[in-house]
């Protein structure tokens, strides 16, 4: 928790280092910019000539940096162009780089005209290989060293006079966080409201809904405005930006489809996203369907419908029971908006776990049934074709594209141009999004696929919401809708969610 850190990134990705490293290179030049307009060459004479305007110097450290090129392509390319610039330029506008590595050999690196731009060379006990890429062609010094801890400093470029040994210092576990403790304190005591909270990547845990930006924004507002284009919150993008959404567009095959990540995996997305939602609509613009096929040994069985409590706005979770009728009504409503005529409101319909419903499986009768009742599949399929420019979206998970492509034929995954995907077989990734891109993807991490992205979007799915944040949604429709909100809750609970089951999520007696 140093206070002079902007961004910390723990078991990073290269995505998210890019990033960073393009962030840094439009500091570069907005700060260029300054200079241009203050008439100034240096950090020092801009400081003298705007000392209103802080402008602090900049250190990049970048531990591993040979991560950026264990690969040549589009990361590795522009990494060396971002990193040679840096180098090159950024001393003179106040920022600085600092690379580590255990080795510099491999296939890929970072280009020797680069490492030439950097005066100040650190070399412990290497290879000559590495000595010479490190220091220089004629100094191997570096390979000498035996004892632990020895190094060589070299502020000379790596020439052969400018060795200096020294001996690296020890700093005990204890004392260091005494020291950093001791910095944070100062920082705190001199500049209480000077440091902003740094953005923090850590890449071996999922997310928090709870610090997702756009919903706490959506949650201190006091008045909901329907927006144009609801946006679901799924999870933080692997770069400097905003928080990854799905953006639902009354656009035809506008519906979104997830595959893989387990049962929590897609259970979280859907539980972020109905959140997400709900908060952008008042409770009488926007409906939600919702088939759950959680397994009911599963932990988490019935969390949809817990959570479902805290909201005003209808939800109703179907059943087979009764899954043919309200989809025959649904696919009415739809057919009568494209007429003009139908209910006002968003509709979302979602399943989770498709492949758990064989009655959304759409058969072939070759024109021999006789029977000529519409199933519920052909009610499903008519909603997902024709809602999505009338405000009705579906969104869809399923745990294989094995399994959804027996519930969904090839038509059918047409209308279903949003996508997120888990890690799964490069031959699946092909057929769902033409890239083995998906096959790469490790724990925590998932790809989001939309039309309007160049190439998929890699992000980490938020973890399931704690109890702290539905509590203060719970709260938060309370006070805007009073005593109507308890109302509409008291009406709907026994209708929405039929289990009653409210362990582990807040509702009014709580």
């Not at 220089?136 to 390979?143: E, G, M, P, Q, W």
């Amino acid at each position: 928790r140093l206070p002079h850190a902007q961004v910390v990134s723990v078991e990073s990705e290269r995505e998210f280092g890019l990033s960073v490293l393009q962030r840094l290179d439009l500091e570069l030049r907005n700060r260029g910019e300054a200079y241009r307009l203050s008439g100034v060459n240096s950090l020092a004479e801009y400081r003298e000539k705007n000392p209103e305007q802080p402008m602090p110097r900049i250190v990049l450290l970048v531990d591993e940096f040979q991560e950026f090129f264990i690969e040549d392509d589009r990361i590795a390319q522009e990494a060396g162009l971002l990193l040679d610039r840096l180098v090159r330029q950024g001393r003179a506008f106040g920022v600085h780089v600092v690379l580590g590595s255990q080795t510099l050999g491999g296939a890929y690196a970072l280009a020797r005209s680069t490492m030439d731009q950097m005066g100040v060379r650190i070399a412990l006990q290497c290879s000559e290989a590495d000595a010479q890429l490190i220091l220089s062609k004629d100094n191997t010094a570096a390979r000498l060293l035996t004892r632990p801890g020895e190094a060589i400093y070299n502020a000379a470029g790596g020439a052969v006079e400018g060795n200096d040994l020294f001996q690296i210092v020890w700093l005990d576990d204890n004392k260091r966080e005494e020291l950093l403790q001791k910095i944070r304190h100062q920082a705190d005591a001199q500049f209480p409201d000077r440091f902003p909270t740094p953005i923090i990547f850590e890449g071996t845990t999922r997310p928090l809904l709870d610090e997702c930006q756009p919903l706490q924004q959506q949650l201190a507002q006091t008045e909901i405005i329907a927006p144009k284009a609801p946006v679901a919150w799924v999870g933080d993008p692997i770069a400097i930006k905003p928080a990854t959404g799905v953006t639902f567009r009354p656009i035809g095959g506008n519906n979104l489809l997830i595959i893989g990540g387990g049962e929590e995996g897609s259970l979280s997305l859907f539980v972020s996203s109905l959140l997400s939602l709900a908060l952008q609509y008042p409770q009488d613009q926007a409906r939600f369907y919702i088939l759950d096929g959680t397994p009911e040994d599963d932990p988490n069985s019935g969390l949809l419908g817990r959570i479902s409590r805290v909201l005003p706005h209808n939800i109703y979770f179907l059943d087979r029971a009764n899954l043919a009728e309200v989809l025959s009504e649904l696919a009415s409503e739809v057919a009568a908006r494209h007429k003009g005529q139908g209910r006002i409101g968003k509709v979302f319909v979602m399943v989770n776990g498709i492949q758990r419903f064989r009655d959304l499986r759409k058969e072939e009768d070759f024109g021999f049934r006789r029977d000529k009742t519409v199933s519920a599949a052909d009610h499903f399929s008519s909603i997902t074709k024709d809602g999505p420019p009338v405000g009705v979206w579906t969104l869809v998970s399923a745990d294989t594209y094995t399994n959804v492509s027996r519930i969904l034929d090839r038509n059918a995954l047409r209308d279903y141009t949003l996508r997120i995907l888990f890690q799964m077989s490069a031959n699946d990734s092909a057929n769902l999004i033409d890239s083995p891109a998906a096959s790469r993807l490790g724990r925590h991490r998932a790809l989001l696929i939309t039309d309007e992205l160049a190439q998929p979007e890699k992000f980490r799915p938020y973890e399931l919401p704690t109890r702290e944040l539905i509590i203060s949604i719970r709260n938060k429709w309370e006070a805007l809708t009073e005593n109507s909100s308890s109302e509409s809750n008291s009406e709907g609970n026994s209708e929405r969610n039929p289990e009653g089951n409210s362990e582990g999520i807040p509702d009014q007696s709580t």
